[in-house]
């Protein structure tokens, strides 16, 4: 059994409205510097947020790191899946 | 001056492996907790050094550092230390930022140093050797867990007092930051001072909690080094992105282990009120909390004071918080509140002290960051190196033990920072009542969480976009009524031709020019009708002038309904 984008999505929501105070709706193909306007003190909040939530370690950058909300969806659900 | 117990970093750290229960305790997210006692730590820092020897590190050699708080940096720290070498800590890329400019940025500085070789972590491994790669440097990269192994025996190298200890980059600014040398000497000099100001009780562990990253000197000095000095003592240390994360962390830490010492920038004051609920403060208790140091960057009297009420519930006096002042450059401290007054601020006014330097009474309150540590002198002077008496801004010159020795390989730019053993701080204030009050900054830095960022820095993100007037934007670092310290603000003349109802539009090119490029959000972005800016008779734009008429509210911001002509 495994989450599906919406779960992971439903739960980055909830993270991303407590943490970094943001309440709007978030979309999958939202960039999070472009579009959520994250700067490097959200980017780490979220980043360590997410993967205390999860159990999970996520790449810390290069071309793995994660640009959109569905990227960083993507990337959770891989990694989920591969420690469950 | 206070005398200096030792006269090396590695002969403090022998001195403090004789320490039973002393050492430092990792904290993670979850609150699980580890130890490294001195002892424990002087072992592996011994073992790293014959690693490193075997790897070609030889006495000098400058070794850089890019690693997180954790037991690692520390061998790679110390162990680079007892290896005779020179550590050089690094700031680690944006966590999921752009690497562009951290590849140019670090490469500058690897390449400065003159780096032997570079210890990082498993997960920055590949970024690191990008970096190296990139930029054609001829130097090994390695991860620091190499450094566990026994196959290369030890090394127990001793320094000498003259010798260097550290290179620390400092702020000039981001993107120019400059190679700090200091030596064994000055470092313990530093320690010294700290120690007679903040002195040891009795026979009990002195404790200190620290989230403050280990490659700023805050954190790396400050507490690192102070924690070895005092030999009989515990360092309690979060990652600074399980802060950034959990800021409740901090606070829970200081109770859990009764600690006396914990610094930080103002910023960090100001997201503890915003972001530690009331739940996650049951049970604590920080009435052991004696140094609530505030440091690294300006102080907001509002926030301490808030800060003050809130936490007094947990049992916070309200004599702990306590402003200080230093640089890199002086290693660290150079000021440091005095612990029988409170908050102390002066409210003056700031066209007269823009203008004349005068300090009148006004509504622009700027805190006092206490007396010279033990062994300084403070001198405020004009802008021809004329003493200044009390309550007369102008720049302020440092003199003292822990001064460094000069800027790794630029000759010019210490020279023209020192002069007859004076430091030229690059930071505007004045003293009253014999306390140090900091209004500014020569240079026009935008300290952004204890960053300094050039202003250029962020108007270079606004060349490019096409309705900016070219070079007719200007970035500036102001504190917002109700913000939590120092933001960034920008101010950019509209390009001719272009209609006003279009600003909007504008706005949002600009804010994403500058966070895309440099990881910070601005704070305001107010587009201007064409010369508006300021300007000097040679045609560059007068920030403080710019940044004074913009809070006057003599910059006319509204649209403007005639059509420009270029």
């Given amino acids: 059994m495994g989450l599906s984008d919406a779960d992971v999505l439903a739960e980055i929501q909830k993270i991303v409205a407590a943490q970094l105070d943001f309440k709007s709706e978030l979309k999958l193909d939202d960039e999070l510097i472009a579009d959520l306007e994250l700067d490097s003190l959200a980017l780490v909040t979220l980043a360590v947020a997410v993967e205390d939530h999860f159990k999970i370690a996520l790449p810390e950058d290069g071309p793995r790191r994660p640009r959109t909300v569905a990227d960083l969806c993507r990337l959770v659900r891989g990694q989920v899946r591969d420690t469950s | 001056m206070p005398p200096l117990r030792f006269d090396t970093v590695d002969t403090a750290l022998r001195a403090a492996a004789s320490w039973p229960d002393s050492g430092l305790t990792f904290v993670d997210l979850s609150e699980r907790e580890t130890s490294l006692e001195w002892a424990e730590l002087y072992v592996r820092a011994r073992r790293a050094a ?223 009120l915003k972001r530690v609920r009331d739940e996650e403060m049951v049970g604590v208790d920080l009435s052991c909390w004696r140094y609530a140091l505030n440091g690294a960057e300006t102080v907001s009297l509002d926030v301490m004071r808030r800060f003050g009420e809130r936490f007094s519930r947990w049992g916070l006096s309200p004599n702990a918080l306590m402003p200080v002042y230093g640089l890199a450059e002086a290693a660290l401290a150079v000021t440091f509140s005095s612990s029988t007054e409170a908050l102390l601020g002066i409210a003056v006014d700031p066209v007269t002290l823009a203008t004349t330097g005068d300090v009148v009474p006004g509504r622009r309150e700027v805190a006092s960051v206490g007396p010279p540590v033990p062994g300084f002198e403070v001198e405020v002077r004009d802008e021809h190196g004329t003493v200044l008496t009390e309550r007369r801004a102008g720049r302020i010159f440092v003199r003292g033990p822990s001064v460094m020795i000069g800027y790794y390989d630029d000759d010019e730019a210490t020279t023209r920072a020192l002069v007859d053993g004076w430091l030229d701080t690059g930071d505007l204030g004045f003293v009253a009542d014999g306390q140090l009050y900091v209004t500014g900054r020569v240079k026009d830095l935008v300290v952004i969480r204890g960053a300094n960022h050039t202003c250029q820095e962020f108007e270079e993100c606004l060349e490019g976009i096409a309705g900016v007037r070219s070079g007719c934007a200007v970035a500036l670092g102001y504190a917002p009524p109700g913000a939590e310290g120092e933001q960034l603000l920008i101010l950019a003349e509209r390009a001719p031709g272009r209609d006003p109802a279009s600003d909007p539009a504008l706005i949002e090119q600009i804010r994403a020019a500058v966070l895309g490029r440099t990881a910070i959000r601005p704070h305001t972005v107010h587009i201007l009708r064409m010369r508006s800016l300021p300007r000097t008779s040679s045609g560059k734009v007068r920030r403080a002038e710019a940044l004074r008429r913009f809070i006057e509210g003599e910059l006319v911001i509204a649209r403007q309904p005639l059509a420009e002509m270029g």
């Fill in chain 2, 50 to 272: 014959g690693v490193l020897r075997a790897l070609g590190v030889r006495a000098g050699d400058r070794v850089g550092l890019v690693l997180p708080t954790s037991p690692g940096f520390m061998d790679a720290f110390f162990g680079t230390l007892l290896a005779g070498g020179t550590p050089t800590p690094l700031c680690p890329p944006v966590r999921w930022g752009q690497l562009r400019e951290y590849h140019a940025v670090t490469a500058r500085m690897l390449r400065t140093i003159g780096a032997r070789l570079v210890l990082t972590d498993r997960r920055l491994h590949k970024v690191l050797g990008q970096t190296i790669e990139s930029a054609g440097l001829d130097l090994t990269c390695h991860t620091a867990d190499v450094l566990e192994s026994e196959r290369d025996g030890e090394l127990d190298e001793r320094a000498r007092a003259d010798q260097i200890g550290l290179i620390q980059f400092s702020s000039g600014s981001t993107t120019d930051a400059k190679a700090v040398a200091l030596s064994h000497g000055q470092l313990m000099a530093q320690c010294a001072a700290l120690t007679a100001l903040m002195p040891a009780q009795d026979e009990t562990t002195h404790v200190g909690a620290s989230w403050l990253p280990l490659y700023h000197d805050m954190g790396l000095v400050g507490c690192l080094l102070t924690a070895v000095y005092y030999g009989h003592s515990r360092l309690v240390l979060i990652p600074p992105e399980h802060f950034a994360a959990r800021p409740g962390l901090w606070l829970r830490a200081i109770s859990r282990h009764q600690a006396v010492v914990a610094p930080a920038p103002n910023f960090a004051y100001g997201m503890c």
